[in-house]
């Protein structure tokens, strides 16, 4: 153990080193928890439709400007996506199309774009949910969505250029959202806001990649 102890002394004289963290969704209930945690320790670049840093998720271009105006990044989390939640009699290819350009190639795309901007070493944090592996009525889009989320991130990880890393968050129901997801989701636990953004601490400062980790 003391060699160790000396080795982060010799490298950074026992400190963590900050990073510069681009956080997407950075003003929603997940976003808003990690901005808190994860700003404890490090620089936080908020981003969204209506942040500082304005992107789209579902706008490639909007993604490429704003990585070009950030510049080089530590780490990048994703705490956006919309689906469209609706009984499965009533879905047909357009109402998928939302998730699938929504949240699943918007998060995938931030990673595609976003790795020739952050650093060796450096990581990206994506979120997927509980119906990845519980199912609700209406809810067949966000489970396709948060599944194929899931395998992207797997998937990815042996592959990341640079030594990047890519895990992805599932939390369950969040207490601070139950007011909204309630009626759909009778019966299930809820999580506070605040245990999801441990969750992404562990990703980003971290060494681990291809993770799933679930938050329930
Ligand atoms: N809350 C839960 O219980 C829960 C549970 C499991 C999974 N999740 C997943 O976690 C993610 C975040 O959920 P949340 O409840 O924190 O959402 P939220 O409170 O509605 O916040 C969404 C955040 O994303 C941003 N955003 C929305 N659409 C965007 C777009 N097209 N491009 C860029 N930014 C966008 C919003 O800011 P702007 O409006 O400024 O863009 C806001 O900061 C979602 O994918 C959700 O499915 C949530």
Redesign the pocket.
């Known amino acids: 153990m003391r060699w160790r102890v000396r080795l982060l002394d010799c490298e950074s004289n026992g400190k963590e080193t900050e990073m510069k963290i681009l956080v ?9 928890a990690v901005v808190a945690e994860l700003g404890k320790r490090h620089d936080i670049v908020a ?5 500082s840093v304005r ?5 490639g271009a ?1 993604i490429k400007a704003a990585y070009e105006k950030i510049g080089r990044l530590d780490a990048v989390v ?6 469209k939640f609706a009984p499965l009699a009533q879905m047909h290819a357009a109402d998928y199309e939302v998730g699938l350009m ?2 699943l190639m ?1 998060q995938v795309n931030l990673v595609l774009i976003g790795r020739d901007y952050v650093r060796e070493g450096g990581s990206f944090t994506l ?5 990845d592996s519980e199912f609700i009525r209406g809810g067949t889009s ?1 489970s396709m969505v ?1 599944g194929g989320l899931n395998t992207f991130v797997m998937a990815a990880a042996i592959e990341m250029p640079r030594g990047q890393r890519i895990n992805i968050v ?5 207490a ?3 007011d ?2 309630e009626s759909d989701f009778r019966g299930f636990e ?2 506070p ?1 605040a245990r ?1 953004a441990r969750a992404f601490a562990k990703s980003v400062e971290g060494a681990q990649t291809g993770q799933v980790y679930r938050v329930v």
């Not at 969704?25 to 808003?32: F, Q």
Request: charge should be negative; avoid cysteine.
């Open positions: 997407v969704g950075a003003s929603g209930v997940i976003g808003s981003a969204g439709r209506s942040a992107l789209d998720i579902s706008d909007s994703v705490a956006a996506g919309s689906v929504n949240k918007g979120t997927s949910g509980i119906l966000a948060n599932s939390p369950g129901v969040v601070e959202s139950q909204d997801y809820t999580v806001a999801v």
